[in-house]
Every structure is written in C-alpha cells, then in structure tokens.
C-alpha cells in the first residue's frame, strides 16, 4: 500500500490496481486513460470511478502511474 500526502489530501493504492482519494477539491479531468483530481495525475487504462461524497472518490482500473503536478 502506498500512501501520499499533500496538504489535506491522501491518495493511497492498493495492491489491487484500487486508488482511493480523499479530502480533495477539483475534480478536473476524466477519460479512459487519465484522471486529473487536484495536482494528482493517475495514468492508466480502462479507468472507472466511483464519487463516493464531494471531497471521497475511487478509482479503479489498470493504474500504471500517479504523477504530481502543477
């Protein structure tokens, strides 16, 4: 399990390809392939998400890299 911080928000990833963000502000971009959530970037293929409450969402999918960006 992988867990990162910035600030409020927490984004940790399981073993199971499963992302889970919380406390997070914009949810900015979502396509297949990327999902832009904050300065977070997941890359990855076949990416589903759930919106669990305004500020809790998972991602599922074939998650091949999670980038900061500005």
């Known amino acids: 399990m992988i867990i990162l911080f910035n600030e409020e928000v927490k984004v940790i990833l399981d073993s199971n390809k499963h992302v889970t963000i919380k406390n997070f502000k914009e949810l900015k971009s979502i396509n ?8 977070y970037l997941l890359i990855g293929s076949l ?8 500020s809790y969402i998972e991602v599922y999918g074939k998650i091949t890299e999670i980038k900061i960006v500005d």
């Open 32 to 39: 297949d392939d990327y999902i832009l959530v904050d300065n």
């Open 47 to 54: 990416l589903k998400i759930t919106i669990l409450d305004e």
